[in-house]
């Protein structure tokens, strides 16, 4: 019951948006704070971490990361994930695979 909520199976048609799209926001987000807030930061084993002088700033930074992670990855389900699903490049053949046409009609 509780993974068929609305809000979790959101999620889990996202996750593949998420996960493509996550680390290239977090390296925007962080260089902009580097290179252009000049936000200090340390280099460790992780990589960089930015050093804040504030924890709220912090957090507000990592809630607006997350927010915007989600957005695009939504934005890449409806306007790309879904259509090219229903393209005609994908069929189902009667023993219900999902076989894929190559370009020509091949």
């Known amino acids: 019951r509780v993974l068929g909520t609305k809000a979790l199976v959101l999620l889990g048609t996202l996750s593949y948006g998420i996960y493509m799209i996550h680390y290239p926001v977090i390296w925007v987000v962080s260089s902009m704070f580097r290179y252009v807030f000049r936000v200090p930061s340390d280099v460790d084993s992780i990589g960089y971490r930015l050093n804040f002088d504030s924890v709220l700033v912090a957090d507000v930074v990592i809630v607006v990361t997350v927010l915007v992670v989600i957005m695009l990855a939504a934005m890449s389900y409806y306007f ?16 219900g695979r999902c076989d894929t046409i190559a370009p020509g009609g091949g």
């Open 80 to 95: 790309f994930e879904r259509p090219l699903a229903r393209t005609s490049l994908v069929r189902k053949s009667e023993t």
